[in-house]
């Protein structure tokens, strides 16, 4: 044993957090030849071509050698408060906003200017594992507040209030939703915003798959709600609506008050964000957004395959039809489920079929599955299970 | 008033950091017209030719568009650990490396892995005041144990040691010091080694400005100490050593058992580091390293300048001839040096010379002067300065 892993000298913060499963089974798929991969949040796309020739430009130009400002280049600024006007109907300016290494960076931000040590954050669940863990790394105590799976995982606004103690700092969720691709409507949102008002709550929102519903459920941004701009720590992202998660390039909104708290948070993480691609996003943002729909048009074909072959696994799973991201959650159906990381690792080693274990996003015996890969994965990895399961 | 600026809202890590004065002053500078700015450690040359060409070729060829691994590109890790080994002489694995966003989350990740609410950290100071931020962030206290001046503010061991208390995790310092420029020799580093393993200790570093150092004076990585690999944590970083700061591109090394650890950390901040800068890191490890020179060069030219400069000014100040990185931290003479805000506001508004206040290392009656700027960049702002002081 090595001596440095006691109580001395590695944190109890990152001590209490359990290793990624979803990076874990990353690893243990690379192991297995031709695999049917359908476990991570990454478009299979590379991002689009005048995106790519934007940053290569700048690069070449020696814009991007230098810092920006920690909040980001004003120009890429004034795009996003443009797109937060028109798109999230938040009635935004450049000093509220702030450019970040991925959502990722901008949420863990936000956490650490809210959570102080023994703080609670409530996270509806199903919910992002990395959530879970930034308020963990704050030495925040995460209370996973369970959602309404036959209703669509809609959030259990009773249950949520219910959970509110003293303690309690913030609500924060993904919306459309990772893992389970719902999207929160109208109704549930307003009334998350009064109960948050009525607690005198922070609500920290992931909006990373903002521009991926389907069937008319629109996208809905609870800073746009009457009253709550105040209180709303927004972030938003380039890397799923563009292909750029490589880039690791996204944003947040709040107001300049709470803002001058999030940038002493976010300066000591990263400085500022990657200046070749604060370019790239700005490309992004100031040409034509055909890209976007054609992503979304592919996403909802392939959402629709999804679904259509796990119709055909009907004794296997049961499924709620995702309204947005390119994400569903699929249920294990009996014993089978009880424990998602074995079903997960049978299903690889035995299958040639990678996804994600529902365990990781505190939804057991369910099963990630992503669906922003080609058709023809998608029918891989439904012919090996169908296999598998012998229908 | 705002209603969310009171205790209920905003955590106490970050309502306890203080405005950054190194941002303050760069906004305030950007108020002056034609200003000498000497405020900033960012390299005014733009990044090697050879490495921006290299940067947009991996995105021409749609190899950025993804995510990395979260330690980085394995090949990335591969030409790191050369040059660990040879380097600094630090016995390295590519599974001991993590790439990351800049030094600055490397130094966040490794102090998130290591302190817990109310842990104690040790810094010398007058030391980088972001690492003093860091450990606020993790809910920390900094130690901060000032070095000798007098003697090229040379680390006070028996200072250090006395800090010491049952709380006491790490011990986290810049080598080349910045603001100081000085550089610790093997003698106080065996020291400070000794101490560390003594009282069971992490040592985190941060070796940003290793390539600059001068008048034969080594740069040493604590970590290749006897004994020592299994509780340091070594920081370094692209951005300085090629002109990149804009990049955002760093790296670390931990044995395994403290790296697994410290990625629990990273992956929650950042996921992984921009894959684009990645590439043009690993174009910069395994190609010449003559640009290295060239900078080291350029810096070692504009030290003797800036030293030859403060030469005609010893009525206003004094200062440690720096032997590394490319800033200096000369001290002001007298009564007026008693508010280093106010002697730097009058220094910009009423000389035209942006220079940042010593109070922001823990180093009041002192100045932090950049020499990482062309020679006329210097004469100008020290030809104002002379008129200003009326020498």
């Known amino acids: 044993m090595n001596e440095l892993i006691g109580q001395p000298v590695i944190s109890k913060r990152v001590s209490e957090i359990p290793k990624s499963a979803i990076h874990e089974m ?3 798929s690379k192991q297995i030849e031709d695999v049917a991969f359908l476990s991570w949040a990454k478009p299979t796309s590379d991002t689009p071509e005048h995106i790519k020739q934007a940053a290569s430009s700048a690069i070449l130009e020696g814009k991007v050698g230098g810092y920006s400002e920690p ?3 004003i120009q890429l600024r004034e795009a ?14 450049p000093q509220e906003v702030v450019v970040t290494v991925g959502a990722i960076e901008g949420l863990a931000a936000a956490i650490m200017s809210v959570v102080d040590p023994g703080d609670e954050v409530i996270i509806p ?5 990395t959530h879970i863990r930034q308020v963990q790394l704050a030495s925040g105590k995460p209370v996973c507040v369970p959602t309404i799976e036959q209703e669509g995982f809609k959030l259990d606004l009773d249950k949520i209030e219910n959970s509110i103690t003293e303690k309690t700092r913030a609500i924060m969720y993904s919306d459309p939703n990772n893992p389970t691709g719902s999207v929160y409507s109208l109704d549930e949102l307003t009334h998350l915003a009064e109960i948050a008002k009525k607690h005198n709550l922070i609500v920290i929102t992931d909006e990373a798959y903002e521009y991926f519903t389907y069937d008319n459920s629109p996208h809905l941004s609870i800073a746009s709600l009457p009253g709550m701009k105040d209180r709303v720590i927004s972030v938003f992202t380039f890397t799923k609506t563009y292909a750029m998660t490589g880039w690791r390039i996204g944003y947040l909104h709040a107001v300049t008050d709470l803002v001058n708290q999030i940038k002493k948070a976010h300066i000591p993480m990263a400085i500022c964000a990657p200046v070749v691609s604060q370019y790239a996003a700005l490309a992004a943002l100031n040409n034509s957004q055909e890209c976007v729909d054609i992503f979304r048009n592919h ?14 696994l009907t004794d296997i799973f049961s499924y709620i039809r995702p309204a947005g991201s ?27 079929v990678s ?5 990781a996003f505190q939804g057991e015996s369910h099963l990630r599955m992503s669906f922003c890969v080609p058709e023809q994965m998608i029918n891989k990895a439904f012919d090996r299970m169908e296999k598998y399961f012998k229908i």
């Open 80 to 93: 996003v408060v443009k797109k937060l006007n028109k798109y999230n109907k938040i009635d935004a300016s």
């Open 326 to 352: 390119y994400l569903m959650f699929p249920k294990i159906r009996g014993e089978r489920g009880e424990d998602s990381i074995s079903f997960a690792k049978n299903l690889l080693n035995q299958a040639g």
């Open 26 to 28: 990353t690893r243990l």
């Open 355 to 359: 996804t994600t274990p529902g365990i």
């Open 125 to 129: 669940v199903p919910g992002y594992s």
């Open 71 to 73: 909040g980001g280049l």
């Open 299 to 312: 996403y909802l074909k392939t959402r629709n395959l999804m679904c259509e072959r796990l119709d055909k």
